[in-house]
């Protein structure tokens, strides 16, 4: 079955550190990955995604996403984070055949002064 | 401006009461969706409608109705509704493959609290 897990509920980081939010996807054919971002009230933004072709992906805010196949992995990163950052985060999967985007839980990302 | 505009932002409604939710996009996408957005669970499919079919209905109860009259405007019609039915509802649209520079383009959502 088509899945999208994201093993983080909740993230707390300090303004500046380097974030990485995990995510592990479980899919049969080849994946087309996304990376949303919500903000408190509102609806998703897309930040970054992945279709082929280079692994490293690079998206909006500063955001990047490494495609890791072995791995089944699309994890999330930015180097230096800042105070609106904080958001809940999406991890999405679907495939070639079909438009329906499979979401993960999300993780809810923090950042202190 | 995300492109896909819902309205109301907000409804709080009786459960006996019947109301509209509406969705509007221009980005010339063809397939529209509604999502259920609990607290602390998953985004939940509800519908999906390619070029104004439904195609998907994810065991939604009648108490939601949706309604795409064009490739512009999505509906979904409440009646009786329960509390737990409160939530936040987004309305997402897209091309009709998803291998476009820019996915599922979603609305700012209705939040909806049921009384």
């Known amino acids: 079955a088509q899945s999208v897990t994201q093993p983080d509920i909740h993230i707390t980081v300090s303004e500046g550190a380097s974030l990485e939010l995990r995510c592990n996807y479980s899919?049969?054919?080849?994946?087309?990955l996304f990376w949303y971002v919500q903000s408190p009230g509102q609806g998703l933004q897309l930040l970054l995604k992945?279709?082929?072709?280079?692994?490293l992906v690079q998206g909006i805010k500063g955001f990047e996403a490494e495609f890791k196949r072995s791995q089944s992995s699309f994890n999330l990163r930015k180097p230096s984070v800042h105070w609106s950052d904080a958001a809940e985060y999406f991890c999405?999967?679907?495939?070639?055949?079909?438009?329906?985007?499979?979401f993960g839980t999300g993780t809810l990302l923090a950042v202190q002064p | 401006e995300t492109g896909v505009t819902q309205t109301p932002r907000h409804l709080v409604m009786g459960m006996t009461n019947k109301k509209s939710l509406k969705c509007e996009q221009h980005?010339?996408?063809?397939?529209m969706y509604w999502y259920k957005q609990s607290a602390k669970k998953p985004l939940e499919l509800m519908f999906v409608?390619?070029?104004?079919?439904?195609?998907e209905n994810n065991s939604v109860p009648s108490r939601f109705s949706p309604e795409c009259p064009n490739s512009s405007h999505l509906f979904l019609h409440l009646h009786t509704l329960q509390p737990e039915d409160s939530a936040l509802y987004l309305c997402?649209?897209?091309?009709?493959?998803?291998?476009?520079?820019?996915?599922?383009?979603f609305g700012s959502g209705t939040r909806l609290t049921v009384v």
């Open positions: 997402a649209s897209s091309p009709l493959r998803v291998e476009t520079p820019y996915g599922y383009t």
């Open positions: 899919y049969g054919a080849t994946p087309y």
């Open positions: 992945y279709f082929s072709g280079d692994t």
């Open positions: 999405a999967v679907t495939g070639g055949a079909t438009n329906k985007l499979i």
């Open positions: 980005l010339g996408h063809n397939a």
């Open positions: 409608y390619s070029l104004e079919e439904r195609v």
